[in-house]
């Protein structure tokens, strides 16, 4: 069992920057890839940045390359998000989760643990 607890979300205005930090407790934190998703009203649940079990390789959608950095730190059992140059789009719920394997994967339904969310807000 993996218990997954967000910070780090609130309101930003457009262009500016945000660190979203996601603890994890219970069984063995760097054993697993992690990732970010994101849900946005009326919309579905979308990945948005992952990270292999020793941090060496990340993924991250289209959408946010070049603004997100997703980084953990396998010692303190937490993953990071961090968001510069936030849009107005990138408002959403952002969940962190656990993957079941080592590698990244961008479907939402290869994570067995999820995070109860933060919620983002960029104002333009």
């Known amino acids: 069992q993996v218990q997954l607890v967000e910070s780090g979300g609130g309101l930003v205005q457009a262009g500016g920057s945000l660190r979203l930090s996601c603890t994890a407790s219970g069984r063995t934190f760097g054993s697993v890839a992690m990732g970010w998703f994101r849900q946005a009203p009326g919309k579905e649940r979308e990945f948005a940045a992952g990270?292999?079990?020793?941090?060496?390789?990340?993924a991250y959608a289209d959408s946010v390359k070049g603004r997100f950095t997703i980084s953990r730190d396998n010692a303190k059992g937490t993953l990071y998000l961090q968001m510069n140059s936030l849009k107005p789009e990138d408002t959403a719920v952002y969940y962190c989760?656990?993957?079941?394997?080592?590698?990244?994967?961008?479907?939402?339904?290869?994570?067995?643990?999820w995070g109860q969310g933060t919620q983002v807000t960029v104002s333009s």
């Open positions: 989760a656990a993957a079941r394997v080592s590698y990244i994967s961008r479907r939402s339904t290869d994570y067995d643990y």
């Open positions: 990270i292999s079990w020793l941090g060496g390789i990340t």
